[in-house]
């Protein structure tokens, strides 16, 4: 019982001399027991072999959040973004949209003369009726890639023509048709269509044109310096051109339609270089060489039926004037623009440019016009050696989401 007092007696001077040592240390800028914020500056039992780290304020490592579902909030997204060389591609974001209206002219095809007045002067052509400038829209839709250099891009735009059209009069129906329509008859044998076409009183043409393209593209950025990239552009495109004749005399119609359908691969690049914080200017080229399936018909047509071969010289006579043909043929495709981006808000800009657009190897309904119609329903091979140019001006935005 004696020998338990006395450890008793021990282990409570021992506590009492811990706790003064404790106060006392805690005094001198000494490490409490209490304090776990702290590191002790003088360890115990030190060997020769350890080193003795002075508590210092760098020993400490804020660590953000490590729960795999946590978001940062919006300011904080927001400043870790920087500004780069990339036009609208510093934002850390999948999809983009470009919405685009489109204003474009066409260049006049070759002019042919339909129709003299008594006089023998030309009162009608071809370019009487043209295409007029157009209206249309083009829409873009991008999907950036794991790589944020790169992404993938589906791009539309058409324009929306209400076509043209010019009619010439003479109330003593003195207009005659300068087309050689000779061996060619209308509403039975020994009705020549001649007796139709010449003194008449009234004669309309109208023409009507549609543009479609559609583009499929991998582009990939590659940064010059701090203000400038180049986006490098592979992919499909599909354009289709449609252009359409009809010339009204009386009750018969001659009309032509020439649909040209060109598909293939395409490269191209867009450079940009920023101006500031918000203003980006870009130049993009695209070109390449494609496939034209042009899918051609042609025919005069009335109230009666068709007209049709009366010469018995011409090997298929007694045939409808009524042709449909196919060709495939090859044509070069070539787009210019510039232009430049503002930046409206960290998700939206406004761009704006002109485009030039050139394209070879077409079939224009116009081009088809025979120099003998009766020798052409034997079968007259479509003509696709026309140039077409586009140009205008495009203004829309662009968001980022």
Not at 62 to 83: C, E, K, M, Q, Y
Not at 168 to 189: E, K, V, W
Not at 253 to 274: C, E
Not at 374 to 394: C, F
């Amino acid at each position: 019982m004696k020998i338990v007092k006395n450890l008793v007696a021990i282990l409570f001077f021992l506590g009492v001399y811990s706790l003064v040592d404790d106060v006392v240390g805690q005094s001198q800028g000494e490490p409490s027991l209490f304090n776990p914020s702290e590191r002790l500056s003088r360890p115990v039992n030190v060997l020769t072999s350890q080193v003795t780290v002075p508590p210092t304020n760098q020993m400490y490592t804020t660590v953000g959040n490590t729960d795999r579902f946590h978001r940062p909030n919006l300011s904080d997204r927001r400043s870790a973004r920087t500004i780069n060389a990339v036009p609208f591609r510093n934002i850390p974001k999948s999809l983009d949209l470009q919405v685009r209206g489109l204003v474009m002219m066409r260049d006049n095809a070759t002019n042919q003369a339909l129709t003299s007045n008594a006089a023998s002067e030309t009162v009608l052509s071809t370019r009487d009726a043209d295409m007029d400038t157009s209206g249309g829209v083009e829409i873009t839709l991008g999907k950036t890639l794991e790589d944020k250099t790169q992404r993938i891009e589906t791009v539309y735009w058409g324009l929306f023509t209400r076509g043209d059209s010019a009619m010439t009069s003479d109330a003593a129906s003195g207009l005659n048709t300068l087309l050689n329509i000779s061996g060619l008859s209308y509403n039975g044998f020994g009705n020549p269509l001649s007796a139709v076409f010449n003194s008449s009183a009234n004669q309309t043409l109208t023409r009507s044109f549609e543009y479609h393209n559609v583009e499929w593209n991998f582009t990939s950025d590659i940064l010059i310096d701090d203000k400038q990239s180049v986006r490098l552009l592979t992919g499909f495109r599909y354009f289709k051109a449609d252009d359409r004749f009809n010339l009204n005399i009386d009750d018969v119609a001659y009309s032509v339609t020439d649909d040209n359908h060109l598909f293939g691969a395409q490269v191209g690049a867009l450079w940009t270089k920023r101006k500031g914080s918000k203003l980006t200017y870009h130049i993009g080229v695209k070109t390449g060489v494609f496939f034209n399936a042009i899918d051609h018909r042609t025919k005069i047509f009335g109230a009666a039926g068709h007209a049709f071969i009366e010469d018995p010289a011409i090997m298929n006579w007694r045939d409808d004037f009524n042709e449909y043909s196919k060709k495939i043929d090859m044509s070069f495709l070539g787009q210019l623009e510039l232009g430049f981006d503002y930046l409206l808000t960290p998700s939206c800009q406004l761009t704006a440019g002109y485009r030039v657009m050139g394209v070879t190897g077409m079939a224009f309904a116009t081009d088809q016009i025979p120099a003998s119609f009766a020798e052409a329903a034997e079968g007259q091979p479509v003509t696709a050696d026309g140039s077409l140019i586009m140009h205008g001006a495009y203004i829309g935005l662009d968001w980022n989401f």
